[in-house]
């Protein structure tokens, strides 16, 4: 019953459309906030002449904080509410900006860029992607269509704010050119926000059974929680994405200045924008694969190109050499991006993606804490990037024979085959026959003759 009500209840197309334009616009800001800090790392460096490492951990911290913050925030989000807790997120994002651009040391960005604003990008984020998921937010047939364009806002994002911040710091300092930014993206937030309350201002939400909300309730125990963490094969597949994590950002933060301080060449903003553009293009182009080939087969050969490429960038020496590394590590990053959530929908059970997806961001935060601090503490000690994107392409292709063993690895409670569900249902058949005979020696049925007045038998 509850679920007809919820497809009877579906936004009109209007308010579907705002939904996905709200959803769209946060992931242009959060996502271009996130890979475009390689531009302001380099402009950083030049400025304040900080250790690279230093720099390096203030964005590892911030996208530590962002992806650790998916699993409370979507578990929370439907108790706080869509609107409520965007509003917030995208509140705090702002002022964390402009707290940046007075920062008196780079030490003060680990508390106004790190922890406020990878706080606030997790707060704006899960907000506007888990109300695309809401029960009779979006029609069935219409929900592959919508999410597909609300994340290619984040592909889109990583090519206009690299390619606008870029542009500032070429007429601007770098705390000029992040007030600048701040207003921009506070207005596109603004506009977020009064997308997605227009969609969902009227919508009720239909009530659900008692038991159902005793199963919500129930998980949050901390036990229930982390209960997938159980499982071999989920512990395999998070194995797995920690490799993956900690070479994951290392392009995004030292590539820029690696072209500009190693090969002397001015192209970064077009090295950003392969990235992006290549990025959205592989949301859609894996999107459609999936549809034939089963996510894991892809996701396989994203680890490969991934691991692969950053072995071979130390070896390219031209502009030509650099931007063919940057197309295709972009698509095979933006390939993740896309077939996690497939992946765990195929490996698991489907209704427990969305807890899954805020769990597998805990081994891919810890990853990416790791992997751009390592990069550029190996780059104050030797003043050379070779060794470090050496080490974190090998890194990431070990996530392969990992991942490997958690696609092939047998669930702990499998489906089973016919033949064993046949034996099953007949064993269960004896076991209650057996039941109703030993209920009937015990109790012996009642004759009419013997039967009381009351309609129970005589003793």
């Known amino acids: 019953m509850p679920e007809i009500q919820n497809a009877g209840s579906v936004l009109s197309g209007l308010q579907q459309a705002c939904l996905v334009v709200a959803s769209f616009l946060v992931q242009v800001v959060v996502l271009g906030l996130v890979f475009s800090y390689g531009t302001l790392f380099a402009a950083l460096k030049a400025d304040t002449g900080d250790a690279a490492s230093t720099l390096a951990l203030v964005g590892s911290i911030r996208d530590f904080v962002f992806a650790l913050g998916a699993a ?24 964390g900006m402009l707290a940046d651009s007075y920062a ?3 030490y003060f960005h680990f508390l106004t860029c790190s922890l406020v604003g990878g706080v606030a990008m997790t707060m704006t984020f899960i907000p506007a992607l888990a109300a695309l998921y809401g029960p009779g937010h979006i029609s069935p047939s219409f929900l592959p269509v919508a999410v597909g364009l609300a994340l290619s806002g984040g592909g889109l994002g990583t090519v206009v704010v690299n390619l606008g911040l870029k542009r500032l710091l070429d007429s601007f300092s770098w705390r000029d050119a992040l ?23 009227q919508h009720k939400q239909t009530k659900e059974p008692t038991t159902k909300s005793r199963e919500l309730r129930s998980h949050g125990d901390v036990r229930d929680f982390f209960q997938p963490f159980g499982d071999l094969q989920f512990l395999l597949l998070n194995a797995a994405l ?6 994951f950002m290392v392009p995004f933060t030292h590539l820029v200045y690696y072209t500009e301080a190693e090969r002397g060449l001015e192209i970064s903003g077009e090295l950003t924008s392969l990235l992006g553009i290549s990025g959205t293009a592989a949301r859609l182009c894996f999107g459609l694969l999936s549809t034939c080939v089963k996510p894991s087969r892809l996701l396989l050969i994203v680890l490969l190109v991934s691991g692969a490429s950053l072995i071979c960038l130390p070896f390219c020496d031209d502009a030509a050499e650099l931007k063919a590394f940057s197309a295709i590590y972009g698509f095979s990053s933006g390939g993740r991006i896309v077939l996690v959530s497939l992946v765990l929908n195929e490996l698991f059970d489907s209704q427990r993606v969305a807890h899954l997806c805020g769990l597998v961001g805990i081994p891919i935060a810890v990853g990416t804490l790791l992997g751009p601090t390592f990069a550029g503490k190996v780059y104050d000690l030797t003043g050379h990037y070779d060794g470090t994107f050496f080490a974190a392409g090998g890194i990431v292709l070990l996530a392969v024979p990992v991942f490997c063993l958690a696609a092939l690895c047998r669930r702990s409670i499998e489906r089973p085959s016919p033949s064993r569900a046949a034996d099953r249902s007949s064993s269960e058949a004896m076991k209650d026959s057996e039941k109703a005979d030993h209920r009937e020696r015990v109790v012996p049925a009642c004759d009419a003759s013997e039967e009381s007045p009351h309609g129970k038998c005589k003793l």
């Open 179 to 201: 007030r600048i930014c701040c207003g921009a993206f506070g207005l596109l937030l603004f506009v977020s926000l009064v997308a997605l309350w227009c969609s969902l201002r």
């Open 72 to 95: 409370p925030a979507g578990f929370l989000v439907q108790r706080v509410g869509f609107v409520r807790m965007a509003a917030i997120g995208s509140a705090l994002l702002v002022l």
């Open 242 to 247: 920690f490799l993956y994590g900690i070479g």
């Open 104 to 106: 008196p040391s780079s």
